[in-house]
């Protein structure tokens, strides 16, 4: 299946996509963990990311559009895949559309993940990776048990907050959701393809939830 998870910073996203990509035998592709690597090797690319993601900004279309042609065409990717993260712009969603219209395989669905700005704020604020092995937990809504599952991994598993999870940050993006991203699901809605889920729930439910809305 092809899939688009759209929803706003902190929505859940990436928590899902996670729990089903197993399931469903496809890779998720996070345009944000795919920028946050380039940050991480230094690359061109990742520099020129690093201040507009701290910012809270969107990286410009045309470098998202060309990092997710890339990857689309690695042969993880053949079987399906589920987007978390892009697109965030109409002209990313028309971007795709005419990548996966060249080569004949269309978008299967587009779910909506609904949760209110109060519950968004906390979750973020909430939220710390592991440096080592990029795990995340919520210090709100999923403790860190200890030691912490990837003790077994990371030979010091060490929490970090995200720099673009400060409060400050994750105000900006959460407008910059409202402006540029939350369009988009009149985009789809119009092509038939949007299924809202009430993300507001335990882990399971909101699964349950978007596997009904898969199916
Ligand atoms: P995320 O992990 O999806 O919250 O993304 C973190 C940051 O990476 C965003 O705040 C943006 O600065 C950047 N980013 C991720 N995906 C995109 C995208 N599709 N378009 C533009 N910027 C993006």
């Known amino acids: 299946m092809r899939i688009v998870f759209l929803g706003?910073?902190?929505?859940?996203?990436?928590?899902?996509?996670?729990?089903?990509?197993?399931?469903?035998?496809?890779?998720?592709?996070?345009?944000?963990?795919?920028?946050?690597?380039?940050?991480?090797?230094?690359?061109?690319?990742?520099?020129?990311?690093?201040?507009?993601?701290?910012?809270?900004?969107?990286?410009?279309?045309?470098?998202?559009?060309?990092?997710?042609?890339?990857?689309?065409?690695?042969?993880?990717?053949?079987?399906?895949?589920?987007?978390?993260?892009?697109?965030?712009?109409?002209?990313?969603?028309?971007?795709?559309?005419?990548?996966?219209?060249?080569?004949?395989?269309?978008?299967?669905?587009?779910?909506?993940?609904?949760?209110d700005n109060g519950l968004l704020l906390k979750r973020i604020s909430g939220r710390r990776s592991c440096q080592d092995c990029g795990r995340v937990f919520n210090v709100h809504t999923a403790p860190v048990p200890v030691p912490p599952p990837c003790s077994g991994q990371c030979t010091t598993p060490r929490l970090v907050q995200r720099p673009d999870d400060s409060e400050d940050t994750v105000a900006k993006r959460l407008a910059v959701y409202e402006a540029q991203t939350s369009p988009l699901v009149g985009f789809y809605e119009a092509r038939g393809l949007l299924r809202r889920v009430d993300a507001d729930a335990s882990l399971e439910q909101v699964t349950e939830r978007v596997e009904a809305a898969l199916g």
Do not use: C, N, W, Y
């Not at 899902?16 to 991480?40: C, F, Y």
């Open 8 to 115: 706003a910073p902190g929505s859940g996203k990436g928590t899902q996509s996670q729990r089903l990509i197993e399931r469903h035998g496809i890779p998720q592709i996070s345009t944000g963990d795919l920028l946050r690597a380039h940050v991480r090797d230094g690359s061109e690319l990742g520099r020129r990311a690093k201040a507009v993601m701290d910012a809270g900004q969107l990286v410009d279309d045309a470098t998202i559009l060309g990092m997710v042609r890339e990857r689309l065409a690695a042969p993880d990717a053949s079987r399906g895949f589920i987007l978390d993260g892009f697109p965030r712009t109409i002209p990313q969603a028309e971007g795709l559309a005419a990548m996966l219209g060249e080569i004949g395989q269309p978008l299967d669905r587009v779910v909506l993940f609904e949760v």
